[in-house]
């Protein structure tokens, strides 16, 4: 499927309370000591970059009506002097920034569910964006959010480009990626699952029925999970002592059309695979589709295991066995993350993976050769 390229990132808020109540704000006044270092500074920054004082304000403040040249010179300055936003100054609005690369399925909404629950607690609404596919979000997302100033901003299978962390970063804006689309580095909080021990999982509960050629469905060679899933079915594979048939393994893109169509591609081999691993639930349900167009039964002619048992796992016929991610749950623990590190500014980067389980339903049976 070909990304979508939109000049902006689309944005829209999704309320966590049904009333909002006012929100305090308390103002401290420094003591004139501490104003004449931070105004010696930043008259400092603005002689540099051979601007004004006010148009310093201006980019420390998220401020748009500053040229993109100016704004560059000038936070490269401000990372430079180590100048931050005191957290007296940093009054943060009551909002959760939720950036996903794609919001189109029900995947997304196990994940809006999880930073929900948490910002309800936490008297927080949620604001919504959608990158359109790409890795990271448009260029006038960054100063958006600096403009918002929320509590903090949590990417799902996103990340940020360089200026745009030093943006946050100057800002005081604490960002917590999840499930993140590569290596985020070591000095990213990021949430994550064990998607090659899932991979492992499924791969070894469709062996362990006896199957011999099992296909896959991949999801984007670019993102992290699903390679890290892809190496789980190789190890269950390799471990086993049955060769890794390239030919099985299909690209795909986490996308329902996707396994349909690469499902037709698997089960019309006249050695098809008597299984199948699909990357995640929605091409797993495009493999079903593709099965019932070929007169294929499941289980007795097919087994499939999906990836992430999303609540239409369970609606299907049959029941679809999958790998649970736990997607709320992780979607949780990124929102508690960004909200400590709000409170807590400058505490260390935190790598958190929760354990994925394989759920065992109605779609995966013994191979027809073992049933004769």
């Given amino acids: 499927m070909t990304a979508r390229e939109p000049a902006e990132t689309r944005t829209t ?8 109540s006012e929100t305090r704000t308390t103002t401290t006044t420094a003591p004139a000591a501490g104003r004449s270092a931070q105004t010696a500074t930043l008259a400092e920054i603005a002689r540099e970059a051979g601007v004004s004082a006010p148009t310093v304000s201006k980019v420390l403040n998220g401020r748009a009506d500053v ?6 010179r000038v936070e490269e300055l401000l990372r430079a002097h180590g100048y931050r936003r005191r957290r007296a100054e940093a009054s943060r609005s009551p909002l959760i920034d939720l950036v996903f690369h794609e919001l189109e399925s029900a995947w997304a909404m196990e994940v809006i569910r999880g930073v929900e629950n948490v910002a309800r607690d936490a008297g927080l609404s949620v604001v919504l964006s959608e990158s ?7 260029r006038t997302w960054a100063d958006q959010v600096a403009a918002r100033r929320p509590h903090g901003v949590i990417l799902v299978l996103s990340g940020l480009d360089e200026s745009q962390r030093a943006l946050l970063t100057s800002r005081s804006i604490p960002f917590v990626v999840m499930d993140p689309a590569g290596d985020p580095g070591a000095d990213v909080p990021s949430i994550g ?3 090659w021990q899932g991979g492992l999982a499924a791969t070894r509960h469709l062996i362990d029925l006896g199957h011999r050629r099992i296909g896959a469905i991949t999801g984007p060679s670019r993102m992290m999970c699903s390679r890290a899933r892809l190496d789980g079915y190789r190890a269950a594979l390799e471990t086993a002592g049955l060769p890794v048939e390239q030919d099985l393994i299909r690209p795909g893109d986490f996308h329902h059309e996707t396994g349909y169509r690469q499902g037709l591609e698997l089960l019309r081999r006249p050695d098809r695979p008597t299984a199948v691993f699909a990357g995640n639930d929605l091409q797993a349900l495009g493999l079903y589709e593709a099965a019932r167009e070929l007169g294929l039964r499941i289980p007795e002619d097919l087994s499939v295991v999906g990836f992430d048992d999303l609540p239409v796992a369970r609606w299907v016929g049959p029941p679809l066995t999958t790998v649970r991610q736990p997607l709320t749950e992780m979607a949780e ?3 508690k ?3 400590d590190l709000a409170r807590e500014e400058g505490a260390p980067a ?4 929760l354990a994925t389980s394989l759920v065992v339903r109605s779609s995966t ?8």
């Fill in 333 to 335: 623990a990124a929102a």
């Fill in 132 to 138: 359109a596919g790409r890795l990271t979000p448009g």
């Fill in 350 to 353: 935190t790598r958190v993976e």
């Fill in 13 to 20: 808020e999704s309320e966590s309370r049904s009333t909002t």
């Fill in 193 to 195: 699952a064990t998607n």
């Fill in 67 to 72: 040229a993109p040249a100016t704004r560059t």
């Fill in 365 to 372: 049976g013994e191979p027809p050769a073992v049933q004769r």
């Fill in 337 to 339: 993350l960004v909200l």
